[in-house]
């Protein structure tokens, strides 16, 4: 089972629909506000809104991530989040569930709230 620690990395500490670029963010190591502008700028060039999930999707492949798709129990149920180290023992990744995306780094949840309880969708990791 997986660990949780709240933080909201938004520099404003806002709640609002900003998961893509905090679970971007602390996966990279990299500032909020550049993750935000590079995934503006690819929202740009495509004309998907910023939000959109092929916007996220093209930032993640120009930065090496590597997409897995959902993973299934033997007998065909999901995993929730909370049992992503059943699932993968990669240290950083970045989880897709229901309208959300949020980040592991080493065995611990980091977000603004506990995705824990929610199915585990596509998730990515970081090529070695």
Not at 47 to 65: L, P, Q, T
Not at 78 to 100: F, G, I, M, P
Not at 110 to 118: H, L, N, V
Request: proline share 2%; net charge positive; glycine share 8%.
């Amino acid at each position: 089972m997986i660990g949780f620690q709240k933080i909201n990395i938004n520099p404003k500490g806002k709640k609002t629909g900003d998961c893509v670029v905090r679970a971007l963010a602390v996966a990279m190591g990299r500032e909020y506000y550049d993750v935000y502008a590079e995934l503006y700028q690819i929202s740009v060039e495509t004309g998907f809104i910023v939000s959109d999930k092929r916007v996220e999707e093209r930032f993640m492949a120009r930065h090496g991530f590597i997409k897995h798709k959902q993973p299934r129990k033997s007998n065909g149920k999901k995993y929730l989040v909370a049992e992503l180290d059943l699932v993968t023992s990669e240290r950083v990744v970045v989880v897709s569930c229901a309208h959300h995306l949020t980040v592991a780094v080493d065995g611990v949840l980091i977000d603004s709230w506990d995705p824990r309880g929610k199915c585990i969708g596509n998730f990515y990791t970081l090529a070695r």
